[in-house]
């Protein structure tokens, strides 16, 4: 059984973790955030920091990576040395990401090329075997590809290796890319970016070009996205006779341009209209969210 704690979710910082709730054990999706805070909201959510087995960059963008080089040293000092799996190219893309590079045990992420975007008929769990999969802390994770202006940008599927519970995490993306839907599909615990409210971006304080950017192929899911992306994810998984998500958790939601009601209400009304009893929780900016 898993439990995704999110620490912090936002543009001005992101943090979450996987928990091997049998083990006690977890892995860290990105680090954009302070020790202070991290170490504070681990707490909150009754993880041992010291458990963590593993690191994963979605990219390399400052609120995912601005924190990680001294959580890290922190860990250390705990006993704590996770590899870092991020990709080559966000490395060289980054300020950040190099001086961690130097002090820490780092790999390459990357995706198997074809692996999950084909799944068809086979199936989330039957893709993964031919996929990209990195295990660690007693789960398998599988990375995928998402569509953000960055060096490389990439979502994860997190399977607990002895009963198959499933997690989903997309955030940054300004699309849902096909290996992206297919990942996110048979999973109890989907977290699926619900970054601006279309109107709202549009009247907003921003310059034009960043409201351009955030709204691009390579920028961030609206509210309208994600949820057309649930009712999808729900539908396609009825039909295969597949999990449909229990709990769904509204990610990276713009604290100008967008509300977290509203991020709510959106991808609530996808499921009363998908007839689907789930859950949804929102990530925030301050403050821990847990899902068990």
Do not use: W
């Not at 920028?219 to 996205?225: P, V, Y």
């Not at 977290?260 to 689907?276: G, Q, V």
Request: proline letters at 4%; a negative charge; aromatic letters at 4%.
């Amino acid at each position: 059984m898993l439990a995704l704690h999110v620490l912090a979710s936002g543009s001005s910082g992101n943090a979450a973790v996987v928990e091997n709730v049998v083990t006690g054990a977890g892995v860290l999706l990105d680090c954009g955030i302070c020790k202070r805070d991290f170490l504070s909201r681990c707490d909150q959510a009754g993880f041992d920091p010291a458990r963590i087995e593993a690191v994963f960059v979605t990219h390399e963008h400052g609120d995912h990576v601005k924190g990680l080089g001294v959580v890290l040293r922190g860990l250390a000092k705990l006993g704590c040395q996770p590899p870092i799996y991020v990709a080559r190219g966000c490395v060289a893309n980054s300020d950040a990401l190099p001086k961690v590079a130097e002090a820490f045990e780092v790999r390459e992420l990357a995706t198997a090329a074809g692996a999950v975007a084909t799944a068809g008929a086979d199936g989330p769990a039957k893709a993964a075997a031919r996929a990209s999969v990195i295990e660690a802390a007693g789960v398998r994770v599988i990375p995928f590809a998402t569509s953000h202006d960055a060096a490389a940008s990439f979502g994860f599927r997190i399977e607990d290796a002895a009963d198959g519970d499933a997690i989903g995490y997309l955030t940054d993306s300004g699309v849902v890319t096909p290996a992206a839907h297919a990942a996110l599909a048979d999973v109890r615990i989907l977290a699926l970016e619900s970054n601006h409210d279309p109107k709202m971006l549009a009247a907003g304080p921003y310059p034009y070009v960043v409201k351009q950017r955030i709204a691009s192929d390579a920028g961030h899911l609206s509210n309208g996205q994600a949820a057309a992306e649930l009712a999808a994810l729900v539908s396609a998984s009825r039909a295969a006779g597949q999990r449909e998500p229990q709990t769904v958790v509204a990610m990276h939601i713009s604290q100008n341009n967008n509300e977290y009601s509203l991020a709510k209400r959106t991808l609530e009304a996808a499921l009363a209209e998908a007839n689907c009893a789930a859950d949804v929780l929102c990530g925030y900016q301050a403050r821990l969210t847990s899902v068990r």
